[in-house]
């Protein structure tokens, strides 16, 4: 199985403090806490940085069921960001699984896929996620996506 970086690798993504950012565009996120599950020990590397870069709070859940044992363990996850295509569990089975889990019915799920085919959105959708995006995401479309998902406390 061949895996597409989850964010656009440009140089001044991953390089550099987030002073490129301003400050009151990234308030919202800072101490927030991310659920990232994916198989690929790189992604979740280069996401985590990115998202710590941005203030945010990251878990690294390795597939479905460590994501499982983060959630029991912390309530206050404020969104998924779940690969959608992984080995066991894929993204979809795994979404449908916290849906059912007690208080996540609407914990906020951004399914990240290298599949973006026609009705791939609309299948992360019926299984229960509450955004799509196609890899490699652009750094600023991932910020963009958890500003929409992460709700001022």
């Known amino acids: 199985m061949t895996h597409e970086p989850l964010v656009a690798e440009e140089p001044r993504v991953l390089a550099g403090p987030v002073q490129d ?4 565009k990234n308030a919202a996120l800072r101490g927030r806490k991310v659920l990232l599950v994916d198989d690929d020990v790189h ?8 998202l710590e870069r941005y203030g945010l709070r990251v878990l ?3 597939g479905a069921a460590e994501s499982f ?12 960001l779940m690969d959608v295509m992984m080995p066991g569990i894929d993204g979809l089975e795994a979404t ?14 951004v399914a990240l896929t290298a599949k973006a085919l026609a ?29 929409k998902w992460i709700h001022p406390r």
């Open 21 to 24: 950012a301003p400050p009151e």
């Open 60 to 62: 690294a859940a390795r």
């Open 119 to 147: 009705g791939d959105r609309e299948r992360c959708l019926e299984a229960g996620c509450s955004d799509f995006a196609a890899k490699p995401v652009p750094a600023e479309t991932l910020v963009s996506l958890l500003s």
């Open 69 to 80: 044992e983060f959630l029991d363990a912390n309530a206050d996850v404020d969104v998924v």
């Open 96 to 109: 449908r699984r916290i849906r059912q889990r007690p208080g996540c019915a609407e914990l906020p799920i």
């Open 43 to 50: 992604n979740l590397y280069a996401v985590t940085s990115l």
